[in-house]
Structure formats: structure tokens, C-alpha cells
């Protein structure tokens, strides 16, 4: 195990575990006894079975558990049967770490990327990595921050505090808290990874409930339960945590500030504005979820999850590359340059605005021409993606996905590189323009052509490739583009 440097270490070790004594190290690290197998599993705190796994050795100043009477992240875990797997990640190995995670088959996300790949979201953390890479140490000698919002397990803060940033990280569900407290404490890391349990939200002091799946993709946990799968069978946990704005938490310049909250996203950068217009943030990694306000008809929040990034850019100078959904997943390796970007502009974003103020009014994509009536896909105006203006961000989204925003020294570099800019459509393509030339033949909500159906095709703007299913459709939807017929081929000025 690592050690922090420069740090006094003292060794723990207390044998209050109930499986302690018994031969093997339960506590998830190397014991005595060798063990070949792909991970570990913790059934101990970090120095309550010692006797099998050797005293544990720490530059903790406070470690609760030390008192028997307070339950470790082990102990909780446990009281809730939630199994703890522990392996290396897959990192270079001058900051190699090891991290908890549970069963994949009861969380189909982070837990089982973690423990197939030995890693999480890979596209996004070869962001990160190079970002973070060489730059925690200011040239004062001052450690440059990273301030994770919704760090969940904490791998994206493990990787930084182990890149030498100082990290500030919100976590409010007890159960991912224990796991990623756990990691800080098994690496070593207490002394530059600061947990804080709060809901960072445009209130502060508020009483926030949080839905947390016990099966299925336990990131989708959030406010009110918006993001959660219905389709998954799953009970869930319902807990009130107290809300901060992160205004008034960091005061200070960061390197880097990750946003995952589940939609919650907009309330989180609202409440950022004094840290926003005050501070050099240099780079926003965010998740960007419009589906989640739509699926329950919240139009205040709807309107401001786009407002969210037109204050990025007009307000706090940012620019704004659209890493994708899938993009979160691929990486060309830790050593590669980051792939360019598409641009979200003002001129994706003025559409996101307008279409929500459509929908709202009822009148996204609608009439319907007469004469498209008679196929199937266009008897009702409206829908998501297909009624969406194809020059909006949000026309290339099915449910949620993710951007990078950046500014001064986070753009260019090997950092952020823009190159075109977002939408099923070119914003500047002429108004009469119907089917998508997209370089990646995605149709509307990014659903490859090639992909899909014949009967829906036409309506996402993909040319028609069975003529016997659509063929008719495509070359009646052709003539009412080119006379202007379309609702939502509108363009604005």
C-alpha cells in the first residue's frame, strides 16, 4: 500500500471485526495469506482484523471506526447486504490505486465497468487524466483543485487526489459515500480528498429528498427519484440531506469541476454563480440530462437545463465540446491526443430554447402537412426526438449525454479541440433542407441509420432504404420540405 509522503503514519489495529482471527483478510487488501483471485471482497473495516491481514498503516489524523461503537464504511455496507469487491484499477502505474465497488449484477453501471474493464467511464477519465496530468502542482507550490459534484463512488476524485490535486467532493447517498470513503481510506488519500454529505443544489439549507435504487444502474439515484429506470423491478431508499449552493462552499480557482447529479445539473450551476464569475474554473466536465425533466413534464426545470449552458457560454466565457453518451465509454488510451469535438454554440442552443417554448404551447412540429397524414409516423405532430428543430443540441440526444466545457488554458493545447459544431443539421443548412449528411449517418436522437426500422426512418431524417416501406413517404416529406411545409425545419436569425 502507498503511503502518503511527509505525513506521520500510525498503524491501526483493533480485531473488533466478527470475522477477524479467522484466517483470512477480510478487510479487502493483502493479508497473510496470499489470495489469486480477480478481486477482493471486504467483509472488515480497515483495521479490525489485523491478526489476518497485518496492522493497518495510515496518515489518517481521525479514523471514527477506531471506536467500535461508530460503524465503519465496511460495517454499513454490511448492515445493508451490499456486497464490497475490491480491485487495482486500470491506470499507469505511477498513480495506481484500488477501488471498492459491488456486485455488477445489482449495479449494471460503474460496478460493472469497474469490474470488467478495471475502469469507469473511460472517455470521460482520459479527459480527466489529461486535464489534471502535471497541472496539480501550481508553480507556487500549491496543489490545484478538483471539485467533484455527485462523486458517487469516487473514481474520478481518486484519480485526482493520486494526480496530486486537492479535492473537494459531494456525495450525499450514504451508501455510494461508503464505498468511496472506503477507497480514500485504502489508498491514503484522506489528507487530499475532503467528503462532504451534502446535495449541492440553487438553495441552500433546504431538506432535498433523494431516491436511491437498490438494483439496476445506481447512478441514476437523485432528487425526487426523476432519473430512475421504472422498467428496472427494484425497491428503493428514500433519504432528506440538506442542500448547499457551491458558492458558498469553494472559494477558490479549480482545475477542474465534474457535475453528475442526474438532472439536477442546471440547480448546481445556478448556485455556482459567484464561484463561476469569481474564480478561474478552468474546465466543466458535466453529464447533461434534458430527459429527465421531460419525462415528468417539469417545464421550469426543462427550459433551464439549456439555459444552463447559454449562461456557460454568454455569461462565464466558456466554449463547449459535445462528448456524447457513447463518448463517455471509448478512449484511445491514456497516451493518445483527445479526439476533437463538435462545438455547441448559441446557434444550436437559441433552437434548444425556442423548441421547449413550442412544446410547452403545443405546437412542437405541428400541423402536420395534409399530405403526410396518411403515413403512420406523421397522423400526430410533436414527439421526442423526431419533432425536435435538427439544428438544437438536443435533436442529437436521446435521454442524456455529456459536454466539456472549457475556457483560457482548457482549450486548445491537447485539451479542449472544437471542430464543427453540434446538431443532426448544420445550423447553417437552408431551411428547405430535410434528410441529415452527418458524417456519422446518425438520424434524430443520434439513432444510426443504418440502424433502423424503414417505417421510421423518413421521420428521422434518414434517407428511406427499403423504397417498398418508404419510399412514397420519403419523396412526399422531400416535396413538403422544399415548399416549406415542415413545422420544424424552422430557422432562426
Not at 47 to 60: L, M, N, Q, R, S
Not at 90 to 102: D, E, G, H, K
Not at 469 to 488: F, H, R, Y
Request: glycine share 8%.
Amino acid at each position: 500500500m502507498l503511503l502518503t509522503p511527509g505525513l506521520p503514519v500510525r498503524e491501526i489495529c483493533t480485531n473488533t471485526c466478527s470475522k477477524a482471527k479467522n484466517g483470512v483478510c477480510e478487510e479487502g487488501r493483502a493479508g497473510k495469506v496470499h489470495v489469486n483471485a480477480p478481486y477482493l471482497m471486504a467483509y472488515c473495516d480497515l483495521g479490525t482484523d489485523c491478526d489476518d491481514c497485518g496492522p493497518w498503516k495510515t496518515t489518517a489524523t481521525k479514523v471514527p471506526w477506531e471506536d467500535p461503537s461508530v460503524a465503519g464504511p465496511v460495517r454499513f455496507l454490511q448492515s445493508k447486504d451490499v456486497q464490497i469487491r475490491v480491485k487495482p484499477a486500470a491506470v499507469p502505474s505511477a498513480i495506481n490505486f484500488t477501488f471498492a465497488y459491488t456486485d455488477p449484477k445489482a449495479d449494471y453501471d460503474v460496478s460493472y465497468h469497474m469490474d470488467v474493464s478495471g475502469g469507469v467511464e473511460a472517455g470521460i477519465t482520459a479527459i480527466a487524466y489529461k486535464i489534471l496530468s502535471g497541472r496539480c502542482k501550481k508553480a507556487d507550490g500549491s496543489q490545484a483543485l478538483f471539485v467533484d459534484v455527485g462523486a458517487n463512488f469516487g473514481w474520478f476524485a481518486i484519480l485526482a487526489a493520486r494526480l496530486g490535486c486537492k479535492v473537494i467532493a459531494f456525495e450525499p447517498v450514504p451508501m455510494f459515500r461508503s464505498f468511496f470513503e472506503y477507497s480514500v481510506h485504502l489508498n491514503d488519500l484522506t489528507s487530499l480528498i475532503d467528503v462532504r454529505a451534502r446535495v449541492v443544489s440553487h438553495e441552500t439549507g433546504k431538506k432535498m429528498k433523494m431516491v436511491v435504487p437498490a438494483r439496476g444502474i445506481w447512478g441514476t439515484a437523485g432528487i425526487d427519484g426523476l432519473n430512475i429506470d421504472r422498467a428496472i423491478a427494484s425497491s428503493k431508499d428514500e433519504i432528506e440531506v440538506p442542500s448547499v449552493r457551491l458558492e458558498d462552499e469553494v472559494k477558490q480557482d479549480a482545475l477542474l469541476l465534474k457535475i453528475d447529479v442526474e438532472g439536477w445539473e442546471w440547480a448546481v450551476v445556478k448556485g455556482a454563480d459567484q464561484f463561476l464569475k469569481n474564480f478561474n474554473v478552468e474546465n466543466v466536465i458535466m453529464e447533461y440530462s434534458p430527459g429527465v425533466p421531460e419525462r415528468h413534464f417539469r417545464w421550469d426545470d426543462m427550459a433551464a437545463t439549456p439555459a444552463m449552458l447559454v449562461d456557460l457560454i454568454q455569461k462565464y466565457g466558456y466554449r463547449i465540446g459535445h462528448i456524447g453518451d457513447a463518448g463517455k465509454h471509448h478512449s484511445g488510451g491514456w497516451d493518445s491526443p483527445l479526439p476533437a469535438l463538435r462545438e455547441v454554440s448559441m446557434d444550436n442552443l437559441k433552437y434548444d430554447v425556442n423548441d421547449i417554448k413550442l412544446w410547452k404551447e403545443g405546437k412542437m412540429a405541428c400541423p402536420t402537412p395534409m399530405e403526410l397524414s396518411k403515413f403512420p409516423m406523421w397522423v400526430l405532430c410533436g414527439g421526442v426526438p423526431e419533432g425536435l428543430n435538427p439544428r438544437s443540441l438536443r435533436a442529437e440526444i436521446g435521454h442524456n449525454t455529456n459536454v466539456w466545457a472549457a475556457k483560457g488554458a482548457g482549450l486548445g493545447d491537447g485539451l479542449l479541440k472544437l471542430e464543427g459544431l453540434s446538431g443532426i443539421l448544420d445550423p447553417k443548412d437552408p431551411v428547405n433542407k430535410y434528410f441529415q449528411t452527418n458524417k456519422d449517418n446518425f438520424g434524430m436522437g443520434s439513432r444510426p441509420c443504418s440502424h433502423l426500422d424503414p417505417a421510421v426512418q423518413v421521420k428521422h431524417r434518414c434517407k428511406c432504404n427499403k423504397a417498398d416501406a418508404c419510399g412514397e413517404e420519403e419523396k412526399a416529406v422531400t416535396k413538403a420540405a422544399e415548399e416549406g411545409k415542415i413545422a420544424n425545419n424552422y430557422v432562426l436569425p
